[in-house]
């Protein structure tokens, strides 16, 4: 039902900036939260940050003070605006939808990932 394409991802020096954006087909204001999501090779996909109702945000230890959530509602689009790049970031990064009548305990919709790659 809902539909979620990321894009903005690419390769970036250490130390340079990066914005994803994820466009969703649903209105992302009457959405209950939206969040960005990563996986590496080798590693557990980890929640980077979130964007709740209310305007409530939350960012994984290792994002905090580089990485930004916002959303802009005349484009219906959610961003991750990624500062200080580390080559440590470099993952596929997801867009995720928690959405009135999607499941209660996850995330019920998600984007196909955009790879962000960070040289050093």
């Known amino acids: 039902q809902v539909k979620l394409v990321e894009s903005g991802g690419g390769l970036v020096q250490a130390g340079g900036s990066l914005r994803l954006s994820c466009a969703a087909s649903g209105s992302i204001v009457s959405f209950n939260a939206m969040a960005w999501y990563r996986q590496a090779p080798g590693k557990q996909r980890e929640l980077v940050a979130v964007r709740r109702s209310g305007g409530s945000t939350n960012y994984a230890d290792s994002v905090k003070g580089r990485f930004t959530i916002s959303i802009d509602n005349a484009k219906n689009t959610v961003y991750l605006q990624m500062n200080s790049l580390k080559p440590e970031d470099t993952a596929v990064y997801y867009c995720?939808?928690?959405?009135?009548?999607?499941?209660?305990?996850?995330?019920?919709?998600w984007g196909q990932g955009t790879q962000v790659t960070v040289s050093s």
């Open positions: 995720a939808a928690d959405f009135p009548g999607g499941p209660r305990d996850r995330f019920g919709s």
